[in-house]
């Protein structure tokens, strides 16, 4: 049986983690777990229940009702919502709208890590977040700390947003992530912080091939050992 071994990638937001997390998931033939993906599943489900946001006795109950899969089909990682394959429905005004405040719920949470553990605890998945090697793949054979200076992350962005033709400006861009930094970094509930044994990964002037190309080196060493 082929050797395999589970990747945390962690850092803040902008930094290239979900590049890099997919990328990696396709090279190697694992599975790429989405896991803001997955609370815009929970949010569809509890819209879908019509859960009042404030009865946490019912937000619980519908929680239980909840079984969430990757699979990967071809080169793309498919995310099931008690057996139903789910994509567009992520995306709706009505998720978009919702998700922020479920994603702070506590037991959402909760439940959320619950499951990323258990997928994990088979070998092949690439996971990328704000606490993935610090809470969720603890034991994660390699782990992975991007950083990447303010000015790049920015420019990278409002690229991004541009491409889609979503208008915002540089300033409006960089205060975001000034705010998201502050919140990532103070929050009471798993802080963005860096593992003790992750790799630290400065992303500031590396090409997506040239990070890849790097990860993927780290990777080979690893799994010499595993």
Known sequence: MEKKI?????????CGKSTLAKALAEALDYIYIDSGAMYRA????????KIN?????????????????FKRVGN??????????????????????SV?????ISQVRTKLVDIQKSLA????????????????LTNAELKLFLTCDLETRVMRRKKELD???????????????????????????SPLIRASDAILIDNSTLTQEALLSYCLELVAEKLKVY
Do not use: C, P, W
């Open 163 to 189: 491409d889609k033709n979503i208008l915002a400006t540089f300033e409006s861009v960089r205060e975001n992530f000034l705010e998201r930094d502050y919140i990532d970094s103070t929050r009471a509930d």
């Open 121 to 136: 605890e088979r070998k092949g998945f690439v996971m990328d977040g704000r606490d993935i090697g610090t809470v969720v």
């Open 53 to 69: 946001k404030e009865n946490i006795a019912d937000l619980e109950e519908a929680l239980e009702e909840i079984d969430l899969n």
């Open 76 to 97: 793309s990682n498919h995310l099931y919502l008690n057996g139903e394959y789910l994509e567009n429905e992520l995306r709706t005004m009505e998720v978009n709208g």
């Open 42 to 49: 929970v949010t569809f489900h509890m819209i879908k229940r």
């Open 6 to 14: 589970n990747i945390a990638i962690d850092g803040y937001s902008g």
């Open 100 to 104: 922020s405040f479920f994603s702070t």
